[in-house]
């Protein structure tokens, strides 16, 4: 055999590897575009989630504790539903180039961009487009070029699009007080809608004292006050209120919230809960939620919902710590 002829077997050769690579790369349907989950038994220790208004970096640390922007501590619930997403995520149906025109093109849906790492290595990056098109809330692609799908996670029904959040309050603790007995210097209370019940707490040595007014309350019950205290230990909000617009916000804020609680620790600055109430409906008398109350601390600017599950145990009245 000639090298003439040799020389152009391995150029032909060459060219059909060349083209099976392309078309396997390229074709319609080829994995390079159609896998989103990370590989089988990976670790994810690093997700960045970004778009032009922002983006978030959620890292887990040496001692295995997921942080926000390296600084908050990441809520576990959170990281979790990620984490199951990122494992579990497939493919329900194509989207065509019609579809992606009309709900992401047309109405200029921005994407956010999610890259996944173990350590250093790159295991997955994709392109996120919310919309509500489809139940689950999102159209995703591998990259600009890439055909589009809508994606969901087996079993799971929901809108799996709400964890790609850029913003970084999305992923911190939803904890509005949590101190320790220990820690509490005073605690005030005062109740808008009747005045008679409000109050102030404070440290006496190692007990607290009831005191209204300026005026100390001797007859209170310590036992009752200290077992008040431990309820700060913890108290959470269900979540933040993204979904409100700017004049809905000012006209809560410009309005006397129904009760305030301060929280003055022993070392830091005072901690001010404001709640207000909240009514749903469009009519001109809308009902009152006797589930949820709207509430906002001065650590942010955003207001959150508050369960009264979860802060009924804080809504006392100053007769409530007087001896029976």
Same mark, same amino acid.
């Given at each position: 055999?000639?090298?003439?002829?040799?020389?152009?077997?391995?150029?032909?050769?060459?060219?059909?590897?060349?083209?099976?690579?392309?078309?396997?790369?390229?074709?319609?349907?080829?994995?390079?575009?159609?896998?989103?989950?990370?590989?089988?038994?990976?670790?994810?220790?690093?997700?960045?989630?970004?778009?032009?208004?922002?983006?978030?970096? /959620?890292? +887990?640390? !040496?001692?295995?504790?997921?942080? #926000? =922007? *390296?600084?908050?501590?990441?809520?576990?619930?959170?990281?979790?539903?990620?984490?199951?997403?990122?494992?579990?995520?497939?493919?329900?149906?194509?989207?065509?180039?019609?579809?992606?025109?009309?709900?992401?093109?047309?109405?200029?849906?921005?994407?956010?961009?999610?890259?996944?790492?173990?350590?250093?290595?790159?295991?997955?990056?994709?392109?996120?487009?919310?919309?509500?098109?489809?139940?689950?809330?999102?159209?995703?692609?591998?990259?600009?070029?890439?055909?589009?799908?809508?994606?969901?996670?087996?079993?799971?029904?929901?809108?799996?699009?709400?964890?790609?959040?850029?913003?970084?309050?999305?992923?911190?603790?939803?904890?509005?007080?949590?101190?320790?007995?220990?820690?509490?210097?005073?605690?005030?209370?005062?109740?808008?809608?009747?005045?008679?019940?409000?109050?102030?707490? /404070?440290? +006496?040595? !190692?007990?607290?004292?009831?005191? #209204? =007014? *300026?005026?100390?309350?001797?007859?209170?019950?310590?036992?009752?006050?200290?077992?008040?205290?431990?309820?700060?230990?913890?108290?959470?909000?269900?979540?933040?209120?993204?979904?409100?617009?700017?004049?809905?916000?000012?006209?809560?804020?410009?309005?006397?919230?129904?009760?305030?609680?301060?929280?003055?620790?022993?070392?830091?600055?005072?901690?001010?809960?404001?709640?207000?109430?909240?009514?749903?409906?469009?009519?001109?008398?809308?009902?009152?939620?006797?589930?949820?109350?709207?509430?906002?601390?001065?650590?942010?600017?955003?207001?959150?919902?508050?369960?009264?599950?979860?802060?009924?145990?804080?809504?006392?009245?100053?007769?409530?710590?007087?001896?029976?």
């Amino acid at each position: 055999m000639s090298r003439k002829m040799i020389l152009s077997i391995i150029t032909g050769l060459a060219a059909l590897v060349l083209l099976l690579f392309l078309a396997r790369e390229h074709r319609p349907f080829g994995r390079s575009e159609t896998v989103f989950a990370v590989p089988e038994g990976s670790e994810i220790t690093h997700v960045i989630i970004g778009s032009e208004r922002g983006s978030v970096a /959620l890292e +887990k640390n !040496d001692g295995g504790e997921w942080m #926000v =922007n *390296g600084a908050e501590e990441a809520r576990k619930g959170s990281i979790l539903f990620i984490i199951k997403i990122l494992n579990e995520i497939s493919i329900k149906s194509p989207v065509s180039p019609e579809l992606f025109r009309d709900e992401i093109s047309l109405k200029g849906i921005e994407a956010v961009k999610v890259s996944v790492y173990n350590n250093r290595r790159l295991l997955r990056s994709f392109m996120v487009y919310k919309t509500q098109s489809n139940v689950y809330g999102n159209i995703m692609k591998k990259n600009e070029r890439s055909l589009p799908f809508i994606v969901y996670v087996p079993g799971y029904d929901g809108d799996i699009s709400v964890a790609f959040n850029t913003n970084p309050l999305y992923w911190q603790n939803f904890v509005i007080f949590n101190s320790l007995p220990s820690s509490v210097k005073s605690v005030g209370f005062v109740n808008r809608s009747d005045t008679s019940s409000s109050f102030m707490l /404070l440290r +006496k040595g !190692d007990d607290f004292i009831l005191s #209204v =007014n *300026g005026k100390d309350i001797e007859e209170a019950d310590k036992e009752k006050i200290r077992r008040y205290i431990t309820y700060f230990i913890r108290v959470p909000f269900e979540n933040w209120a993204f979904d409100i617009t700017e004049r809905e916000k000012s006209e809560i804020e410009s309005s006397d919230p129904a009760y305030e609680i301060t929280l003055t620790p022993v070392n830091g600055d005072p901690v001010t809960l404001k709640l207000w109430r909240r009514y749903t409906g469009t009519g001109p008398v809308p009902a009152l939620d006797t589930d949820r109350l709207w509430g906002k601390s001065q650590k942010g600017d955003n207001l959150f919902i508050v369960r009264y599950f979860d802060i009924d145990p804080l809504l006392r009245k100053r007769s409530d710590f007087l001896s029976d």
